[in-house]
């Protein structure tokens, strides 16, 4: 009892004290100003979402026009292979994922299609038809002079080249440069590419099924059927894996 | 359309949760007291009970319960930290102003002999909760408020009330003697 009684005195002297602090009886907060401040911070805190909103529908319709017309594309891809191609890294852990996932990129015999023949002209005038590179290996590579991974590629290409000549393999590079020759014949001559160049003409992508992407790179097999496909830019080793894989399939079916 | 109305109609009733405005009004100059209770500057409180229905306006969770005691809690705490930043600071300037030697403003010296600020003091000294518990407490709140307000078990505000006032109590006495 007598406790109880010393609780509530203590209560009763901090109640006191407590109310010491209480703010002066004349002070009112000031309700419509602070609910004026309360709707604008509201304001400001919505605002910054739509100019998120605005940033996505800017970007997204900056994409979509890029994906409009095939020369935006094209541009569009340019930067896109560039910046990969600047960064190794990038790219390593790019080809890390894909070749990883996949390390035999080469189609089961029976899976495989026949390459769509054509004949061009190369840059000397001479016709060059796919058909007569039947029973050997071939490398057809899809390329373009303004095309940074596709020159990227080109010394691996003259590579391989001169490596597996003897084992009846052969590079063709079928450049899709608008200008045609005007473009292609002094980067061949800078380069000295050791592999027929033609230039594509507007039928070609057709007969491929529309090419998705530049560079582009078939393996063709001996009998000529559509043996690896390779989309942009590739590590050497992935190359030459099929190449060795075609090569070496084909040669067993011969001896057969 | 008529899926379009619905949907407005669900958000703005959004489950009998009254609108924002409406709750601002009514608990608003509550809210402020409470701040300016434990802060000295009345602007600086309306300013932070401002922030304190800002805070409640942006957490879906809060505003699904009971407004009140949710706001008395985030009153509270929001006070207590100003009034500890304040002290910061304070510490901070004296040691500046001991470098200085410029003598204190005859209104801090009149400020600081205040009796407010020895209960402030004791403010920032106590635990958290029980500071929490004996500012709610001297803004009139009964025992099922603060409960409410606090997450404490009903049955046991009363032990914690009178355990907060003792430390007070003691804390104060320790400090400043006996009245």
């Known amino acids: 009892m007598e406790r109880n009684e010393e609780g509530q005195n203590v209560g009763r002297w901090v109640d006191e004290r407590m109310a010491i602090l209480a703010p002066a009886d004349e002070w009112e907060p000031n309700v419509p100003r602070g609910l004026a401040h309360f709707r604008a911070k509201r304001e400001e805190v919505r605002r910054p979402r739509q100019r998120w909103a605005w940033v996505a529908a800017a970007s997204l319709v900056i994409c979509i026009s890029l ?21 190794g890294w990038v790219r390593q852990i790019l080809n890390v994922g894909t070749s990883g996932a996949r390390s035999n990129t080469v189609y089961a015999p029976e899976a495989r299609r026949m390459a769509p023949d054509f004949t061009l002209a190369d840059a000397s005038g001479t016709p060059v038809s796919l058909a007569d590179y039947r029973g050997k290996v071939v490398l057809l590579n899809f390329w373009a002079t303004w095309c940074f991974p596709c020159r990227a590629e080109i010394p691996l290409l003259m ?42 003409d507007r039928r070609m992508p057709e007969l491929f099924g529309g090419l998705k992407a530049i560079p582009e790179t078939l393996i063709i097999d001996r009998r000529g059927r559509i043996a690896a496909t390779h989309l942009g830019l590739c590590q050497k080793s992935e190359y030459e894996n099929d190449i060795k894989a075609v090569l070496n399939e084909s040669a067993k079916g011969t001896t057969k | 359309m008529d899926a379009l109305s619905g949907a407005l109609a669900e958000t703005n009733a959004g489950e009998g949760r009254p609108d924002l405005d409406s709750v601002f009004l009514a608990q608003y100059p509550r809210v402020a007291r409470v701040i300016a209770r434990v802060i000295r500057d009345p602007g600086r409180a309306e300013e932070l009970a401002v922030e304190v229905f800002l805070k409640w306006a942006r957490d879906r969770k809060a505003r699904l319960g009971n407004a009140e005691p949710w706001l008395y809690r985030a009153a509270v705490r929001v006070a207590l930290n100003e009034l500890r930043r304040q002290a910061r600071q304070n510490r901070y300037e004296s040691l500046v102003a001991l470098f200085r030697k410029s003598p204190p403003t005859p209104e801090e010296l009149h400020v600081a002999r205040e009796e407010q600020e020895r209960v402030r003091l004791l403010l920032r000294v106590l635990g958290r909760r029980q500071a929490e518990l004996l500012v709610l407490r001297s803004q009139g709140l ?13 049955a046991s505000v009363g032990t914690l009330l009178a355990r907060a006032q003792k430390a007070f109590r003691k804390e104060y006495i320790a400090r400043y003697g006996t009245e």
């Open chain 1, 67 to 87: 994906m409009a017309t095939p020369v935006t594309r094209a541009f569009a891809q340019r930067c896109l292979s560039a910046c990969v191609n600047e960064t």
């Open chain 1, 159 to 200: 590579e391989f080249e001169q490596a597996y000549r003897d084992r009846g393999f052969v590079v063709l590079g079928v450049s899709m440069d608008d200008d045609g020759w005007k473009a292609v014949k002094p980067y061949l001559h800078s380069r000295k590419m050791n592999y027929p160049v033609m230039v594509a």
């Open chain 2, 142 to 154: 009964g025992y099922e408020e603060l409960a409410a307000a606090l997450h404490l078990n009903p």
